[in-house]
């Protein structure tokens, strides 16, 4: 880790005057890796984030890369550090602490993936979280084997501890489906852009009909401090297994072909079409399911009630009470103002009462496309010494 050196160099702020109108923004100017030159500041092409541009000191080129992720929003000031060869550490002065930490990735495996795959300089936004959170949970399953019914019943009793990230499909609604509460029943251009844009952590075709997980769909639920559910195909899951996200893999299957066949039947929600078509696929999802590796645990639903009892029991919910997990609307409300200087793992910062905090970035996880969480916060006291209590 070493701190930014802040390099405003001639051609460096002629660039930042010919680009931008406002003279209040400050850039940041890091030597990030290699001989490239990352300058972080002011705003981008939607004028509302901070902008990102990539010098090269061999050839002396400029590239504005493409930008993936969540992006913090434009500020006055920030302070920037590079943590190593991935990844540097943004921080917005003057926002409140939920807002402050951001990490932009250069070089993590997603960014190497989406630059091969976009065949241009790639760079990621990702917003740093304080703590730990619960582990999503991944629910897979062929089509009427109960996924909904259980996950229903789940949502129900412990309406506090979990919550369901909506998916995105192209299909069409049923009837009792409500948009933005089951899904977000999207058009197939609408979707397809925000696939190539980044902004979904999966997705598959399925059935013919395009679905997917956005990264805001787990946030949202996360940062409202429950467990997120979802409930995805076989190859969601497979994706989703590869990305930073760390889930838990629950496959559900049937105790026989014969009774997924009729639940899916006297669900009555399909045509005769639609209804062979997830037979035919559930053939080769319950294989997947159950040879791919991909899944920590598989639960068989014959009788409702009784895997319904295992799910909650491998949840872990048979020993907690159902408490309410603190909201981040309780955290408290800090404002990093300053940047001081930086330690092994540790970046020192003030508030805006000059406190003095060591944020411990050595167990960082995740990361785009999603969120980089893991973050620690400890006071320091006396200019240095770290007491073991910790704040958040
Ligand atoms: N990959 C992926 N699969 C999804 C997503 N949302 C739903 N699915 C899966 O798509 C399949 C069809 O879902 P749906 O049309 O609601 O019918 P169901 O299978 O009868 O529940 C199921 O296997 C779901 O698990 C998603 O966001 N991503
Ligand atoms: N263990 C079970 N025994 C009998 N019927 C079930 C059981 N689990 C679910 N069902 C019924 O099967 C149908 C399909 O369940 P659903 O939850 O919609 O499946 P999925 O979400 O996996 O497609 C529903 O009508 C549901 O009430």
Not at 34 to 57: F, H, M, P, R
Not at 230 to 243: H, K, N, P, Y
């Amino acid at each position: 880790m070493g701190e930014a050196p802040i390099i405003f160099e001639k051609d460096l702020l002629q660039k930042i005057s010919n680009e931008t109108k406002s003279v209040s923004i400050a850039y940041e100017a890091v030597v990030a890796a290699a001989n490239k030159q990352y300058l972080v500041g002011g705003t981008d092409e939607s004028g509302c984030s901070i902008g990102v541009q990539i010098l090269d000191q061999t050839t002396r080129k400029w590239t504005t890369p493409v930008i993936l992720g969540d992006k913090p929003e434009v500020c006055k000031d920030q302070s920037v550090i590079v943590l190593n060869e991935e990844r540097m550490l943004v921080i917005r002065r003057d926002a409140a602490l939920e807002d402050s930490l951001w990490f932009l990735e250069f070089n993590t495996k997603f960014v190497r993936d989406q630059r091969q795959a976009l065949d241009a300089e790639v760079v990621a936004w990702s917003k740093g979280v304080i703590g730990e959170d619960l582990k999503p949970v991944v629910i897979s399953g062929p089509s009427g084997v109960g996924k909904g019914t259980l996950i229903s019943k789940l949502m129900e009793d412990f309406p506090t501890k979990f919550g369901f990230s909506v998916s995105h499909t192209t299909r069409a609604p049923r009837q009792k489906e409500q948009n933005g509460v089951h899904y977000h029943f999207s058009e197939r251009s609408a979707m397809e852009k925000d696939i190539k844009d980044g902004k979904f952590l999966e997705f598959a075709l399925v059935h013919d009909n395009l679905y997917g997980t956005s990264v805001e769909a787990v946030e949202v639920v996360a940062d409202a401090g429950k467990r997120c559910i979802l409930d995805i195909d076989v190859q969601g899951a497979r994706q989703v297994r590869a990305s930073p996200l760390g889930a838990t893999f629950i496959f559900i299957r049937p105790p026989s072909f014969a009774e997924l066949e009729n639940r899916l039947r006297a669900r009555g929600t399909e045509t005769e079409e639609q209804v062979q078509k997830r037979l035919r696929n559930a053939k080769a999802e319950i294989e997947q399911g159950l040879s791919s590796g991909i899944f920590d645990h598989i639960l068989e639903n014959d009788d409702l009630e009784e895997c319904y009892r295992n799910l909650k029991k491998l949840l872990g919910l048979d020993v907690i009470p159902d408490v309410c997990r603190t909201s981040q609307a309780t955290k408290p409300h800090l404002s990093m103002n300053h940047l001081e200087e930086n330690e092994d793992g540790r970046v020192v910062v003030v508030d805006h009462k000059n406190n003095k905090f060591a944020l411990d970035v050595s167990c960082i996880r995740g990361g785009a496309p999603g969120r980089t969480r893991g973050l620690k916060l400890h006071p320091l006291s006396n200019g240095g010494d770290q007491t073991d209590q910790f704040i958040i």
